[in-house]
């Protein structure tokens, strides 16, 4: 049974870069029949897509979030990373990782991780 | 980018009823749309995938319906656990979310 598992700092000063990691367990990143994603949810709201990658290393971005955005993989590790920077509270959410059926919906998730941006 | 709007926002229902909720789509999304649930505390879950087929454990008391850009979640007879937060998302283009609608128990 394939589960994943964020991991990484729970706060981060603002201007930094939010660096948080991934990690599959009982399946393999290298299938080719996902995208791996991250999704974030700000306290009290809704749900934010923020991108995915192929194990292949293609990536997609959500545009309002493009230009802060890399996502990475470690096929050797069976992880995937993002990275966020210049953050500001702005993006204080959970941040959630996901598998992605490709051209599909979300079917396995994260428990996720709190990520405060404060000084 | 596709804008997800759900109704309502909220949503009161006592145990055994029926529950449906709205989802619509700014522009057609085909059948690439998707409901998850949402427990306080808890990691979303697939309910429904392609508008309307259950995902794996999902009890057929959940229904989903629709295309293009007016769909439907129905709960047949609420049961406890099912008081939570539902959302659609399509996968048309990328990914976006509607906003929520919150299943209470009245």
């Known amino acids: 049974q394939v589960q994943l598992q964020e991991s990484g700092p729970g706060l981060v000063k603002p201007s930094q870069t939010l660096s948080l990691t991934c990690t599959v367990s009982g399946g393999s990143i290298s299938s080719g029949d996902y995208y791996w994603s991250w999704i974030r949810q700000p306290p009290g709201k809704g749900l934010e897509w923020i991108g995915y990658?192929?194990?292949?290393?293609?990536?997609y971005y959500n545009p309002s979030l493009k230009s802060r955005v890399t996502i990475s993989v470690d096929t050797s590790k069976n992880q995937f990373s993002l990275k966020l920077s210049s953050v500001t509270a702005a993006d204080t959410a959970v941040y959630y990782c996901a598998r992605e059926i490709v051209a599909d919906a979300f079917d396995i998730w994260g428990q996720g991780t709190m990520v405060t941006v404060s000084s | 980018e596709i804008v997800m709007t759900q109704s309502p926002a909220t949503l009161s229902v006592s145990p055994g009823e029926r529950a449906t909720l709205s989802c619509r789509a700014s522009?057609?999304?085909?059948?690439?749309l998707a409901w998850y649930q949402q427990k306080p505390g808890q990691a979303p879950r697939l309910l429904i995938y392609g508008a309307s087929t259950r995902a794996t454990g999902i009890p057929a008391r959940f229904s989903g319906s629709g295309s293009g850009t007016e769909f439907t979640l129905t709960i047949s007879s609420l049961q406890s656990e099912d008081f939570a937060v539902y959302y659609c998302?399509?996968?048309?283009?990328?990914?976006?979310f509607g906003q929520g609608t919150k299943v209470e128990i009245k």
């Open positions: 522009q057609s999304v085909s059948s690439n």
């Open positions: 990658i192929y194990y292949s290393g293609s990536t």
């Open positions: 998302q399509q996968y048309n283009n990328w990914g976006t």
